[in-house]
């Protein structure tokens, strides 16, 4: 019987009902303490630390703070502190402050090239989603699945329903891998993808680097989706050959890796079809990323919900948090703070988009702006490349590696009732500082705001 | 985890869909690294706010999707230490789901009209055994997954049950299952 990427991968790796064996555990600093204290409790150790690797990210301050004892506020120095005690007492590798590995932890998982095709990869972050760019089956787990993991390398699950999304045409001019993902969670809204995993394909994912591809399938939990995947092709063998992680037999790897897609005649649960040359650059105007619209639009009427007022309440609610009116252009929004980051769009490709945009102009005098690389590779990287310098030179604040702004957990937060255009993936009430309000985008359209002062359609814009 | 069998008493409402973990225990209060100490800080924002008043009765009413966004179980802990003992919603977002049954705070699925009406109602009580949410409109049946309703009934620890199966996990690894992937201590 033809199966689906997602049905190959789940039967490899179940060893007996509901219990799959987990390949690669990614732990970050806050949701793994509860864990390692209950291994205490119980006497458990870690059954496969070959198989976890640790870093900071969320309450790392992006200021070059060296070392995690020089973290000035003390809650997140404890909790970064406590991640070190953990891995040094259970023998997993980390990835610290001061360590040139160190970076968001769904960035430095592939730049190690330890995110691979084929695998089932796990993290307390529900952001882990993003490995599924690689064909893995990768989703994100709370702490007491993590304390499971780590005690047993498996987790108890119910196999999810799977869902294809076959996307048609080529992305237009200005449009990028974060436009596509928005538009499909516009239209599935933020709960149309809830118990399925979830695969990207069609024509237009073959034409996406990998960092496009990780865009989409990190922002699949914002559609609800439990796992997002990506068949693997020569693209993603490239990016992982050459890395620390890859395999020894590259080429024995590459032969697995070429049988995992989708095999033709597979049925999948839930099938829809997106074009993805009709997208336009999208611009989230409410307080999830399912409120979203295209650049030319302008903010909605939640009248328009007349027959649904569960949704037309929630339209309301979110315009009044987001002080915006019904009808005014995106392009009349100004902005007070510009964020070019986070697990979704802090690789090097967004980087080289968001610095096309800026090269030669300034920042808006009312705006502040700062770009965040995703890790210590990736910000070495773009020095090398002398982006650092095209970002400064314009007005934007270039700083260290970490999750920063995309949810406010270290010293980058949105002070109440600024306006911020954000390359992150959750404009929630209070997400990036309470009172915050935030604007969902691309990087190119982030950077193009930014010296705007207000959104701008790139398309036209010279 | 204490067992759970029956849960009945008055109900509290959040009458909003698609209500987000960030709403239901903001990001500041993450920094802890114990499992206590979040009811406090539950709903921080709406409550400081005064949009939102909740009282801590044992069962919470919710819109559809609740829990959506971040895994962090730092929102069942937050609803649990508030006094919640189960919540009720016609549709619940994955990863909240799973927290919910690995901390015994029991996420019930109702219809948009039976939650309607439990919520009028103002109180109910629920057996997972039989699977029914009684209240004052009537006696609907609820689905839930047998081997969690099990282990919620008895109070099981997940790590104890699978351990129990380690012969299993240690003949798949022998098997070659385990050979998959990066060996991270070797980077």
Not at chain 1, 93 to 102: A, E, H
Not at chain 1, 327 to 332: A, E, S
Not at chain 2, 98 to 111: D, Q, R, Y
Request: hydrophobic content about 40%.
């Amino acid at each position: 019987m033809p199966k689906t990427m997602f049905d190959k991968i789940w039967d490899a790796h179940e060893v007996a009902d509901g219990l799959i064996y987990i390949d690669l555990h990614l732990v970050h600093e806050v949701t793994s303490p509860q864990a390692f204290d209950g291994l205490r409790l119980e006497g458990r150790p870690v059954r496969r630390p070959d198989k976890t690797v640790a870093t900071a990210d969320h309450n790392v301050p992006t200021d070059g703070t060296p070392a995690a004892r020089m973290i000035a506020d003390e809650l997140s120095r404890i909790q970064v502190e406590t991640l070190e005690r953990n891995c040094a007492e259970f023998d997993i590798p980390l990835y610290s402050l001061g360590s040139d590995r160190q970076g968001i932890v769904h960035v430095i998982g592939p730049e190690l090239g330890i995110t691979q095709p084929g695998l089932t990869i796990v993290c307390g972050d529900s952001h882990t989603s993003t490995h599924g760019a690689f064909g893995a089956l990768a989703f994100g787990i709370g702490t007491s699945e993590v304390e499971h993991v780590l005690a047993t390398q498996c987790l108890v699950q119910r196999r999810p329903k799977t869902m294809r999304i076959d996307y048609t045409g080529e992305l237009g001019t200005g449009v990028t891998a974060k436009d596509l993902i928005l538009a499909t969670i516009g239209r599935l809204g933020v709960s149309g993808m809830v118990g399925h995993a979830v695969e990207y394909a069609g024509e237009t994912m073959r034409g996406l680097s990998m960092e496009n591809r990780m865009t989409i399938c990190n922002m699949t939990i914002e559609g609800g989706g439990r796992a997002g995947m990506i068949a693997p092709d020569d693209t993603t063998f490239e990016w992982v050959s050459g890395r620390p992680g890859a395999p020894e037999d590259f080429d024995a790897a590459v032969a697995a890796w070429r049988e995992l897609p989708t095999d033709e005649g597979a049925e999948f649960d839930t099938e829809v079809e997106i074009d993805a040359a009709a997208i336009s650059p999208m611009v989230t105007w409410g307080t999830n990323p399912g409120m979203v619209t295209e650049v030319t639009d302008a903010v909605p009427d939640p009248g328009a919900w007349g027959d649904a007022p569960a949704d037309r309440e929630a339209a309301e609610r979110a315009l009044a948090y987001m002080a915006l009116e019904p009808g005014t252009p995106i392009t009349d929004i100004a902005l007070d703070r510009v964020f070019i980051g986070s697990c979704t769009n802090s690789r090097i490709q967004d980087l080289r988009e968001a610095a096309s945009m800026v090269d030669g102009r300034k920042v808006a005098g009312s705006v502040r702006a700062m770009v965040v690389p995703g890790s210590q590779q990736v910000k070495a990287q773009a020095e090398e490349e002398g982006l650092h310098e095209v970002f400064r030179s314009a007005g934007f604040e270039w700083r260290t590696a970490g999750c920063s702004m995309c949810l406010g957990m270290n010293p980058d937060i949105l002070d109440d009732g600024e306006r911020c255009a954000s390359t992150s993936n959750r404009n929630f009430e209070g997400r990036q500082g309470r009172g915050g309000r935030t604007h969902l985008v691309s990087p190119k359209m982030a950077a193009a705001a930014a010296i705007e002062g207000t959104f701008v359609d790139i398309r036209g814009w010279a | 985890m204490r067992p759970v069998d029956v849960i009945e008493g008055k109900v509290s409402v959040v009458e909003r869909a698609d209500v987000d973990t960030d709403q239901i225990i903001p990001k500041q209060f993450l920094k802890r690294v114990e499992r206590t100490g979040f009811g406090e800080f539950l709903f921080y924002d709406w409550f400081r706010s005064g949009e939102l008043e909740l009282e801590p009765n044992p069962i919470l009413v919710a819109g559809r999707n609740f829990g959506s966004g971040s895994s962090r179980e730092h929102a069942v802990w937050a609803i649990q230490d508030f006094g919640f003992e189960a919540v009720v919603a016609p549709s619940f977002a994955d990863i909240f789901y799973v927290n919910c049954t690995k901390n015994g705070l029991l996420p019930v699925i109702l219809s948009e009209d039976a939650c309607r009406e439990l919520a009028a109602a103002g109180e109910g009580r629920i057996d997972v055994d039989d699977q029914t949410m009684t209240f004052a409109g009537g006696v609907v049946e609820f689905e839930i997954d047998e081997e969690t309703k099990h282990r919620l009934l008895h109070g099981l620890d997940d790590i104890g049950i699978t351990l129990k199966d380690e012969g299993a996990i240690t003949a798949f690894e022998e098997a070659g299952g385990a050979d998959r992937g990066p060996v991270t201590t070797a980077l």
